[in-house]
């Protein structure tokens, strides 16, 4: 019997009701811990709503099922990956010591095996998306198999999962429009700046740890100004998204939601300290209902006065 995760909820559905013998490979894929889900998922989701502007059209609903499947499981297939490249890090880490591959309940081999299937079934759901969409998936891959090495070589890896996270944004605008658009970019762009204030956030939690493996993070790099680091990636990340909003023909019923998004990553970037780590992830995982509140926004901004 596996014991919960540490960033994982106490009483997460995998821990309470998958079977045993499910659970090493649940958590390998962190289907414990479903805010990354969400976090990779919600760009892709913006994209589309954004492109629903554009063309006088509400989301298509088939089209954000297709996001969602696909965002799980290449969340899940990003995760193995960089639990096996990390795999002599992890094991140093009080955190992720417990994960299925430094514990030893998976080995290297079976986990590309998981990667190769995850990867596979979201292929069968690109395919059925226009050309240009294929390709800046295809394309996504690159930023992937690159990103757990950033660490080991740059104090901001945080800044380029934000340009993986956020591939969605571009991928879900041309899914929906066929094509990209100034204000795809700017979504896009914003989103990185996004990424980087919350999961600077998320890296609070290691920063004895990671001083010990030696591994950089913006985290560490900020040290006791880590709070103002993430309130000045999150004003940027939103001056970008309400250009977005502008440039994508936004109604002003797009404006109640947004302030609201607003005041949420300015109350998160206020609570965060660098010696509280179960508080950054607290605020880490808000960022999930943050996303949602910006998607809202873009369909809000799709309906007329």
């Keep these: 019997m596996t014991a919960p995760l540490p960033?994982?909820?106490?009483?997460?559905?995998?821990?309470r009701h998958a079977p045993a013998g499910l659970r090493p490979w649940l958590k390998l894929g962190r289907f414990d811990r479903p805010t990354g889900v969400w976090l990779l998922m919600l760009p892709g989701w913006q994209g589309v709503a954004l492109a629903g502007l554009a063309t006088g059209r509400g989301p298509?609903?088939?089209?954000?099922?297709k996001i969602f499947v696909g965002a799980a499981l290449m969340r899940?297939?990003?995760?193995?990956?960089?639990?096996?490249?990390?795999?002599?890090?992890?094991?140093?880490?009080?955190?992720?010591a417990g994960r299925p591959i430094p514990s030893?309940?998976?080995?290297?081999?079976?986990a590309w095996g998981f990667i190769v299937a995850c990867c596979l079934v979201s292929f069968g759901l690109l395919l059925t998306m226009p050309p240009l969409a294929i390709g800046l998936g295809v394309a996504s891959l690159a930023l992937v198999a690159a990103y757990p090495f950033m660490k080991r070589i740059t104090w901001w890896p945080q800044a380029w999962l934000g340009l993986?996270?956020?591939?969605?944004?571009?991928?879900?605008?041309?899914?929906?429009?066929?094509?990209?658009?100034?204000a795809a970019g700017l979504l896009y762009a914003a989103g990185i700046f996004w990424t980087l204030g919350y999961d600077t956030i998320y890296a609070v939690q290691d920063l004895e740890d990671d001083a010990l493996a030696g591994v950089k993070s913006s985290a560490r790099r900020l040290g006791s100004g880590v709070g103002r680091g993430v309130l000045v990636f999150?004003?940027?990340?939103l001056a970008l998204a309400a250009a977005a909003l502008l440039q994508g023909g936004a109604s002003t019923l797009a404006l109640p939601l947004f302030a609201l998004y607003a005041v949420h990553l300015i109350l998160q970037a206020r609570r965060v300290r660098p010696d509280a780590p179960a508080q950054a992830l607290f605020l880490f995982k808000a960022n999930a209902w943050a996303g949602l509140i910006l998607f809202a926004a873009v369909v809000a901004g799709g309906f007329p006065l």
């Design 104 to 110: 030893g309940q998976i080995s290297l081999r079976q």
């Design 7 to 15: 960033d994982a909820a106490p009483a997460n559905w995998v821990d």
């Design 234 to 237: 999150y004003l940027v990340s």
């Design 60 to 65: 298509d609903l088939a089209l954000l099922a």
């Design 164 to 182: 993986t996270f956020n591939w969605g944004a571009l991928l879900g605008y041309a899914a929906a429009a066929g094509e990209l658009s100034l």
């Design 76 to 96: 899940a297939a990003g995760c193995a990956y960089n639990d096996i490249v990390d795999s002599d890090i992890d094991a140093k880490v009080s955190r992720t």
